[in-house]
């Protein structure tokens, strides 16, 4: 099992971006997964999940403002993240159903 | 939404010392609690799942505990390679929420 994410970086606020996290080593489409973030030096956020029949369901903190996704032909799970504030500056991980497996993280800062 | 009150913030320890790390539940969440080790630089391991399971490749050193709405991560004999960072986690509703996190340290 592998997730890698992709995709981050340092984007004004207000502005958008959108996360990928790639999925192999395990059938992609019989899993539901997760986001979760990190802010610098404080501890771990939960930030959203789609089941692996795409429904949702977010953090109050990004509700209206972020969007889980997925695209089972790709194995991708993604995050469109608009309307960013300074509070969502963080490492952003991507994890399988039951949290047995994470990717790496990719941060993301938002700054102008 | 569902609070996880973890405690202590910050807990020295020497190495072969029995740990003992605790989560509260605002509310009723059954078993659906996981522990997470997350050392500097990396992602974090599930450490324990259902409240009292065991996750894979986790030394038997580690066990979890129930009694009510608090839940207890126990290290029986402290080894240095445990040092990190500990969570907890409900997933009984959404939105599912971590504890604030422990810090396992060198006494």
């Known amino acids: 099992v592998q997730l890698v994410e992709s995709g981050g970086g340092l984007v004004q606020p207000g502005k958008s971006l959108k996360l990928s996290c790639s999925a192999s080593?395990?059938?992609?489409?019989?899993?539901?997964m997760h986001w979760i973030r990190q802010a610098p030096g404080k501890g771990l956020d939960w930030v959203a999940y789609?089941?692996?029949?795409?429904?949702?369901v977010y953090a109050d903190a990004v509700k209206g403002r972020f969007t889980i996704s997925r695209d089972n032909a790709k194995n991708t799970l993604y995050l469109q993240l608009n309307s960013l504030k300074s509070e969502d500056t963080a490492i952003y991980y991507c994890?399988?159903?039951?949290?047995?497996?994470w990717g790496q993280g990719v941060m993301v800062t938002v700054s102008s | 939404d569902i609070q996880m009150t973890q405690s202590p913030s910050s807990l020295p320890a020497s190495l072969g010392d029995r740990v003992t790390i605790t989560c509260r539940a605002s509310?009723?969440?059954?078993?659906?609690l996981r522990w997470f080790q997350q050392k500097p630089g990396k992602s974090p391991r599930l450490m324990i799942y259902?409240?009292?399971n065991l996750a894979a490749g986790v030394p038997s050193r580690f066990s979890g505990s129930r009694s009510g709405s608090d839940y207890s991560l126990t290290i029986s004999s402290l080894e240095s390679e445990d040092m990190a960072d500990y969570y907890c986690?409900?997933?009984?509703?959404?939105?599912?929420?971590f504890g604030s996190g422990t810090k396992l340290e060198i006494k």
């Open positions: 789609i089941s692996s029949s795409s429904g949702t």
């Open positions: 994890a399988r159903y039951g949290y047995n497996y």
């Open positions: 986690l409900q997933s009984k509703e959404s939105p599912f929420t």
């Open positions: 509310q009723d969440i059954g078993n659906y």
């Open positions: 259902g409240a009292t």
């Open positions: 080593g395990f059938t992609f489409s019989s899993y539901g």
